[in-house]
Structures are given as structure tokens and as C-alpha cells.
């Protein structure tokens, strides 16, 4: 477990090539939410993590490719639709994105999301090398939330595709109020089961789970509590997936003063060749993240 040392950018440079990382994504967002509608039909494949592709997922994809390849200084691209990373020049960062988390939630009109990691490391990279990550929330409103330079900020992404900074420094409160358990509970382990029925039991919390786990983590983030795709029965390594969701929301989540775990460490010192390795996820307030790996002990 545990908030770490949270790595970032060391040059000017760095900064500026993440921060059009950053401005990329949020003017990119309102053309990929404005192209859901036509797109809520399967696509004709399945992505590396054998999942049902949508169209919107190919869609947006595509876009963040081409954009986010463009920039200077971005040497390197992968998501969770391709197979392999993608060589986009020269420069010494790579970006990783899940470009429609959730996806499964756009027949039913629920919240997704685009999440994002900047590394300063060829991909598959490691927790370590991340220098920046965030989210962007397709829900009533259309916000992002970064990860950098050792902070969180929230900003409003508007239709004609600017972003607004609204609450700089976002930090989880201490008094967690909401909790939200992936996969199905016949096929949570004992351990983890007797760790939720205890979570359930306080009075104080309530259940939040919307199955994109964009919209799960942003409630843990705005009321505090613990967001957990556990180890199953029939998967060890939980269903998220390492370099496109579990290294961006653990360093989000670190970097916001929560703490986050695969169980036994921080999500950030998970350490997976594969460039689509999963991992069990648990993020949330820290004394929540303790008393679960104190349970899964
Ligand atoms: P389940 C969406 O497909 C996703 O990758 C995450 O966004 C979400 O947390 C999880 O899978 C939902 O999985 O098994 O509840 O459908």
C-alpha cells in the first residue's frame, strides 16, 4: 500500500510537452463525446483484452492517436485498442491511453471516461517512470482531473472544446462515504468478501458502483471511501488493465493524498512486462487501503 514517492516531471520541457499532452485531450474530448451518438454499436473486433470493441472506442482511439502523436516531444503511443504501442517520432515520452473507459456503459447513456499516463520511459513503461496521468468524465458535465507536478486539478471542459480550472490541489476527504466493489460477489474470494461486508456495515457508507471505473474512482475522489476491482475466484489479476488503468488512477489517487494497492504494494510498484497485463485494483482513503490488505493478509 501506500502514498509513495510521487514522480514528476524534472525539466521545463517535460512540463510544457505534458501540458500539451493535457490541452490535446480536452479539446480532443468534446469531438469524442459529440461522436457517441452514431456510435453505440459493437465494432467488428475485439480489443487485446479480448472485450467487445465499440465503435466509439475505435473512434476515439483514432482521434487520440493522431493528435496526441502529433506533438513534439511525444516519442510514443499505446492504448488499450491496440495490440502494440504505436512509434509517433522522436520524443522522449510516452502516452498510454484507455480511450473509452466503460464503453460497455454507452448503450445504457451511463458516465465513461478517457483516461491518460505521460511516461518518461518507452512502453511498457513502470509505475516509476509516470510524470503525469489523468481522466476525463463524460457525465453531465464534462470535467478532467490531472496529476502533475504533485498535484490534482479539476478543470470544466466546455463544447467549444476550452478547459475552465475549477478546484486546484483536489484531495480526497478524510472521512471516506461511498465504496463501489467490481466483478461479480460469487466470485470474490472469502477474504475479500468478509472485507466488504465489514466496509458495508458502517453506517456512514453507501454503495456507488456504475461499472466504468472512471465514474466509481471520481466519487471516491469528490466524498472519500475505497473503489476496489478485486482478485476473483476465476481471475487473480483482477480485470483492469496495469499501464492504462491501474499506474494513471494510482498515481492520481497517490497524488491526491488516497492510497492504492494490487493487494499487497501501491498499484505503482506493480510490475508487469506485458503491455496489457492486468492487476487487481484497490484505491481509496488510506486507512481503508491498510484494513484491506490487512484483510487479503
Ligand atoms: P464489470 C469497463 O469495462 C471497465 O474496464 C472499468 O471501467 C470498470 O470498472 C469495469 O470494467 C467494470 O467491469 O465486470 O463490472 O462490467
Same mark, same amino acid.
Given at each position: 500500500?501506500?502514498?509513495?514517492? &510521487?514522480?514528476?516531471?524534472?525539466?521545463?520541457?517535460? $512540463? !510544457? &510537452? &505534458?501540458?500539451?499532452?493535457?490541452?490535446v485531450?480536452?479539446?480532443?474530448?468534446?469531438?469524442? @463525446?459529440? *461522436?457517441?451518438?452514431?456510435?453505440?454499436?459493437?465494432?467488428?473486433?475485439?480489443?487485446?483484452?479480448?472485450?467487445?470493441? $465499440? /465503435?466509439?472506442?475505435?473512434?476515439?482511439?483514432?482521434?487520440?492517436c493522431e493528435r496526441i502523436g502529433a506533438l513534439e516531444?511525444v516519442?510514443?503511443?499505446?492504448?488499450?485498442?491496440?495490440?502494440?504501442?504505436?512509434?509517433v517520432g522522436?520524443?522522449?515520452?510516452?502516452?498510454?491511453?484507455?480511450?473509452?473507459?466503460?464503453?460497455?456503459?454507452?448503450?445504457?447513456?451511463?458516465? $465513461?471516461?478517457?483516461?491518460?499516463?505521460?511516461?518518461?520511459?518507452?512502453?511498457?513503461?513502470?509505475?516509476?517512470?509516470?510524470?503525469?496521468?489523468?481522466?476525463?468524465?463524460?457525465?453531465?458535465?464534462?470535467?478532467? &482531473?490531472? /496529476?502533475?507536478?504533485?498535484?490534482?486539478?479539476?478543470?470544466?471542459?466546455?463544447?467549444?472544446?476550452?478547459?475552465?480550472?475549477?478546484?486546484?490541489?483536489?484531495?480526497?476527504?478524510?472521512?471516506?462515504?461511498?465504496? *463501489?466493489?467490481?466483478?461479480?460477489?460469487?466470485?470474490?474470494?472469502?477474504?475479500?468478501?468478509?472485507?466488504? @461486508?465489514?466496509?458495508?456495515?458502517?453506517?456512514? @457508507?453507501?454503495?456507488?458502483?456504475?461499472?466504468? $471505473?472512471?465514474?466509481?474512482?471520481? !466519487?471516491?475522489?469528490?466524498?472519500? *471511501?475505497?473503489?476496489?476491482?478485486?482478485?476473483?475466484?476465476?481471475?487473480?489479476?483482477?480485470?483492469? @488493465?496495469?499501464?492504462?488503468?491501474?499506474?494513471?488512477?494510482?498515481?492520481?489517487?497517490?497524488?491526491?493524498?488516497? /492510497?492504492?494497492?494490487? *493487494?499487497?504494494?501501491?498499484?505503482?510498484?506493480?510490475?508487469?512486462?506485458?503491455?496489457?497485463?492486468?492487476?487487481?485494483?484497490?484505491?481509496?482513503?488510506?486507512?481503508?487501503?491498510?484494513?484491506?490488505?490487512?484483510?487479503?493478509?
Amino acid at each position: 500500500m501506500a502514498t509513495t514517492d &510521487i514522480n514528476t516531471a524534472d525539466t521545463a520541457r517535460d $512540463m !510544457q &510537452i &505534458i501540458d500539451g499532452v493535457v490541452d490535446v485531450i480536452a479539446s480532443t474530448a468534446p469531438e469524442i @463525446r459529440t *461522436g457517441l451518438p452514431g456510435r453505440r454499436v459493437a465494432a467488428e473486433d475485439e480489443n487485446p483484452s479480448g472485450e467487445t470493441q $465499440m /465503435a466509439a472506442d475505435v473512434f476515439a482511439d483514432d482521434l487520440l492517436c493522431e493528435r496526441i502523436g502529433a506533438l513534439e516531444g511525444v516519442g510514443e503511443y499505446a492504448s488499450e485498442e491496440r495490440p502494440e504501442s504505436v512509434d509517433v517520432g522522436t520524443g522522449r515520452l510516452s502516452v498510454a491511453v484507455d480511450p473509452l473507459d466503460g464503453s460497455s456503459n454507452l448503450k445504457p447513456n451511463n458516465t $465513461m471516461g478517457t483516461i491518460f499516463a505521460v511516461y518518461e520511459a518507452p512502453l511498457p513503461a513502470h509505475g516509476r517512470d509516470l510524470v503525469a496521468a489523468g481522466y476525463v468524465l463524460y457525465g453531465p458535465v464534462m470535467t478532467m &482531473i490531472v /496529476a502533475r507536478n504533485g498535484t490534482v486539478d479539476e478543470y470544466v471542459i466546455h463544447d467549444d472544446a476550452s478547459h475552465e480550472l475549477v478546484r486546484e490541489d483536489v484531495t480526497l476527504p478524510d472521512e471516506g462515504s461511498v465504496y *463501489g466493489f467490481g466483478g461479480r460477489v460469487p466470485d470474490w474470494t472469502d477474504d475479500f468478501e468478509a472485507f466488504a @461486508r465489514e466496509v458495508e456495515q458502517d453506517p456512514s @457508507r453507501k454503495l456507488r458502483y456504475g461499472g466504468s $471505473m472512471i465514474g466509481d474512482v471520481n !466519487q471516491i475522489l469528490t466524498y472519500g *471511501g475505497i473503489f476496489a476491482y478485486p482478485t476473483l475466484e476465476s481471475a487473480p489479476e483482477g480485470k483492469l @488493465r496495469v499501464q492504462f488503468e491501474g499506474y494513471p488512477i494510482g498515481y492520481v489517487i497517490e497524488t491526491a493524498g488516497g /492510497a492504492t494497492s494490487d *493487494g499487497t504494494k501501491s498499484l505503482l510498484d506493480v510490475d508487469k512486462d506485458d503491455l496489457h497485463a492486468r492487476t487487481p485494483m484497490y484505491v481509496g482513503n488510506t486507512d481503508l487501503v491498510a484494513k484491506l490488505e490487512a484483510a487479503l493478509d
